[in-house]
Every structure is written in C-alpha cells, then in structure tokens.
C-alpha cells in the first residue's frame, strides 16, 4: 500500500494541519525522506506532537515508523533503466493493490445494482469503458457507456438509488468531473471510482476505490508515455471477480 493510498483511507480522520503537512511530504517525496521531525515541523508550521499525531491517525507506530515507509516507498517507486522496467513496476504495483482490494463488496455491488453506467474522463478511459462493456456483455451484464461530460450532466438526473456508476479518471483531479460526483454524493447514490494511485479528489470522495498504477516518463525527444494498460488489466480483474462471485452465489 502506498502513502497516498493511506491518506485516502484516513482522510475523514485527518486535520487542516494534517494535510498541510502530507501535502508537503508527496510534493517533496525525495527531500521529506531524510527530514527528522524537527525539521518537518519547522518548514511545516507545526508542533512535533502534531506530526507524531497525524502518523498515528495513518496507522503507524510514531515518526520513525513513518519515515522508513517513505524511504521504503521511494525506493519501490524508482525503477531503475529503461520504459520497460517502468511498465513492469506498474503493472507489479497495480496487481498488488487489485489482489488487496474488497471485491466481493464491489461485486455484489454490481450484482444488485439494477443498471451500470460507466463514465471515463478522456479517450483512452473511454476505451477501457468499451472494454468493460464487452466483458460483462459475456455473461448478459449489460453497461451503460456514457460518453461524455455533456452527456454525464443530462443523464446524472435520471440515476437512482438502485444504479450504479464506475467512474475513470487517470489523475481523479479532473475539475469538470466534480460537480458530477458531488451530485452523486448528494443523491447518496453508489459509485466506483477507477484511478490512478495518488491522493486525487475523486478517490476521496469515493465510496468505492479501484487503483491502477501508471507512471509518467518522457522519451529523450521529452514525448511524455502514459500507459493504460493498468487500467485495462484492473478491468479485466474486476470482471473476474464478479465472475467468482456469480459462480459461488450459484454454489450455494
């Protein structure tokens, strides 16, 4: 589990001071590493008992503990050489967090939802979308697609309490997308969000969380490679285990 994973678990549990600091942490990963809890505190504008305070509220033991996860972290989090060893740290990381993640509860979600409806935020999202259509047409599971931010605005009025939403978002930060969630949450509506492994204001506001893992690098001509391929592999595995959970309900 990564920090920014953390982070959203506990965000309810977390204070204004609490996030001014990790805020700090996640935008200076290399130098917060070394930092011991004086000097956090100090560029910060905290107490240490404030710091000690916020690294119990993420389920560590004090400081020290949190600052060899961090260590630990960076360290797992540079793939030495080449684009493929970056492809092959993500896909390690987001098969890690997807056998981690509560599926029976994602599944009988869907099991019980009376429609799906799935949104992605871009063109590739918009692939994966089709991807998960696909798979669930197999066993007469049929989705919604909804193709665009114009089209999430007319139909988010006709979604009730017995539907269901998946949401992609690569950062989970993509402003227009908001105002739909906050509608969702309003209606107290269920929905599933599908990002990428960060602290992102979709992945708060989730009542569900799915993770992929996909790092940005740059060629030497600075063409900037994203993968997808994480988010089509945690597709494919959320639709596996929605098989699982259908064949065992038939079991029983």
Not at 62 to 88: C, M, T
Not at 101 to 114: G, K, P, R, V
Not at 158 to 172: A, P, Q, R
Request: net charge negative; hydrophobic share 35%.
């Amino acid at each position: 589990m990564q920090l920014e994973e953390i982070i959203n678990e506990n965000y309810e549990q977390l204070s204004k001071n609490d996030l001014q600091v990790l805020k700090y942490i996640l935008n200076h990963k290399e130098t917060s590493r070394n930092l011991g809890i004086n000097e956090l505190s100090e560029l910060c504008f905290v107490s240490r008992s404030s710091i000690h305070r916020m690294t119990k509220k993420l389920g560590f033991s004090g400081y020290s503990e949190f600052r060899v996860f961090i260590k630990w972290e960076e360290q797992a989090e540079q793939p030495d050489g080449n684009h493929v060893d970056v492809l092959e740290s993500d896909l390690t990381v987001t098969l890690k967090n997807l056998s981690s993640t509560d599926f029976e509860t994602i599944s009988q979600l869907l099991h019980n939802a009376e429609r799906i409806f799935i949104y992605g935020t871009g063109t590739a999202q918009i692939t994966c979308a089709i991807e998960a259509q696909r798979l669930f047409a197999t066993i007469n599971r049929f989705i919604t697609i909804i193709h665009d931010k114009v089209e999430f605005e007319s139909i988010s009025s006709n979604i009730n309490e017995n539907d269901v939403v998946i949401i992609l978002s690569l950062s989970g930060d993509t402003q227009s997308l908001i105002p739909q969630v906050k509608q969702l949450s309003a209606k107290g509506l269920d929905f599933i969000s599908i990002t990428n492994l960060k602290n992102s204001r979709l992945a708060q506001m989730s009542p569900y969380n799915i993770y992929a893992t996909t790092t940005a690098n740059n060629s030497k001509s600075g063409t900037e490679i994203v993968s997808f391929i994480p988010f089509h592999i945690t597709i494919e595995y959320m639709f596996r285990k929605y098989v699982e959970y259908i064949d065992g309900i038939g079991d029983n």
